[in-house]
């Protein structure tokens, strides 16, 4: 794919998500959430993110398994296009939350977002490790059950059931597509480390170690929140009767 349409699908995808957050402006927002509408806002707009590209990574796979055996070289129009456009998205997304939010609330994801966008945009323009950056696109799988915590919770219905089984399903996808997901691409990394520039991969492991880190960290948060607490409180109240 040349340049042009790389830049064309990116700007696109840009755009597109800009329409997706104004239209989200004229629905109805959750009284709840009012007080934080920008928020849900970004979340709802993100939420279309995950599941246009949780369904569309899943595609490219499906439609092309040969690229499973080559991640580096072998790719289609098809998940170039992809990749070129969750570039359009994370840097639409990185915009919002500076323009929108205090920087030291912030700061992770956007760090978060400077690396996606230099490991994706390093591979659309050369053309390369295409294949790699479909596979880390699967953690949007969970992504989309983790936005939907977080506007249940805007919404106040953290203490419904609907709210346990997608808490459920959220800590298992989290660690089926974002902890194993990481797992498994830290390790084709190591062992094909000579058919990985040195640029490439030292890129690449940063990467990686940063996005561990991070999700370590937010698994940790989201089993103390969903889980480690609510079992507390069930306790103290066996012990109250």
Not at 37 to 53: D, E, G, M, P, Q
């Amino acid at each position: 794919m040349e340049l042009s349409s790389v830049c064309l699908t990116t700007a696109g995808a840009y755009v597109f998500f800009r329409l997706v957050n104004n239209g989200v402006s004229k629905l109805p927002t959750p009284e709840s959430a009012c007080r934080n509408a920008w928020k849900w806002r970004n979340i709802s707009t993100s939420s279309v993110h995950s599941l246009v590209t949780a369904v569309w990574a899943v595609l490219c796979f499906f439609l092309h398994p040969e690229m499973a055996e080559d991640l580096i070289e072998t790719y289609s129009a098809f998940s170039h296009a992809l990749v070129s456009f969750s570039i359009g998205y994370f840097i639409y997304d990185f915009f919002d939350m500076l323009l929108n939010q205090k920087l030291s609330q912030a700061w992770e994801l956007l760090f978060h977002h400077i690396v996606v966008i230099t490991c994706f945009g390093l591979s659309v323009v050369s053309g390369r490790y295409v294949g790699f950056a479909v596979v880390a696109l699967l953690v949007e799988i969970n992504s989309v059950f983790l936005h939907l915590r977080q506007m249940l919770r805007m919404a106040n219905l953290a203490a419904g059931t609907p709210y346990r089984v997608n808490s459920i399903v959220n800590l298992g996808t989290y660690v089926v597509f974002r902890i194993n997901t990481l797992a498994w691409m830290t390790r084709w990394l190591v062992l094909n480390r000579d058919k990985v520039p040195l640029m490439a991969y030292t890129l690449g492991s940063v990467g990686m170690a940063i996005m561990t880190a991070m999700n370590i960290v937010l698994f940790c948060r989201l089993l103390r929140s969903d889980f480690l607490k609510s079992s507390t409180r069930e306790a103290k109240k066996d012990k109250e009767m």
